[in-house]
C-alpha cells in the first residue's frame, strides 16, 4: 500500500492520487518504509531516478548560477 508519508494514497481526492502516485517524497518514504520493515526497497529505482533527476537539474543550475556572478 502506497503512502503519502503518514497518509495512504488510496484516501485522498483522485485528481491528488495522480500527483501523490509518482511524487518524489512518495516514492522515496515508500522505498525507505520497505526497506526497514521488509528489508528489501520496493521501489529503490524509482526513488534512485528521481533522488539523481532532481540531483543532476540543481548543480547544473547552481553551476550556470555560479558562472553567472562570477
Same mark, same amino acid.
Given at each position: 500500500?502506497?503512502?503519502?508519508?503518514?497518509?495512504?494514497?488510496?484516501?485522498? $481526492?483522485?485528481? !491528488?492520487? @495522480?500527483? %501523490?502516485?509518482?511524487?518524489?517524497?512518495?516514492?522515496?518514504?515508500?522505498?525507505?518504509? &520497505?526497506?526497514?520493515?521488509?528489508?528489501? $526497497?520496493?521501489? !529503490?529505482? @524509482?526513488? %534512485?531516478?528521481?533522488?539523481?533527476?532532481?540531483?543532476?537539474?540543481?548543480?547544473?543550475? &547552481?553551476?550556470?548560477?555560479?558562472?553567472?556572478?562570477?
Amino acid at each position: 500500500m502506497k503512502h503519502l508519508l503518514f497518509v495512504p494514497v488510496s484516501t485522498l $481526492p483522485d485528481w !491528488l492520487q @495522480a500527483f %501523490a502516485k509518482i511524487s518524489p517524497v512518495t516514492v522515496t518514504a515508500d522505498a525507505a518504509r &520497505s526497506f526497514a520493515f521488509y528489508g528489501t $526497497p520496493a521501489s !529503490l529505482g @524509482a526513488a %534512485a531516478a528521481w533522488v539523481g533527476g532532481l540531483l543532476a537539474v540543481f548543480i547544473l543550475l &547552481s553551476v550556470w548560477r555560479y558562472r553567472r556572478i562570477s
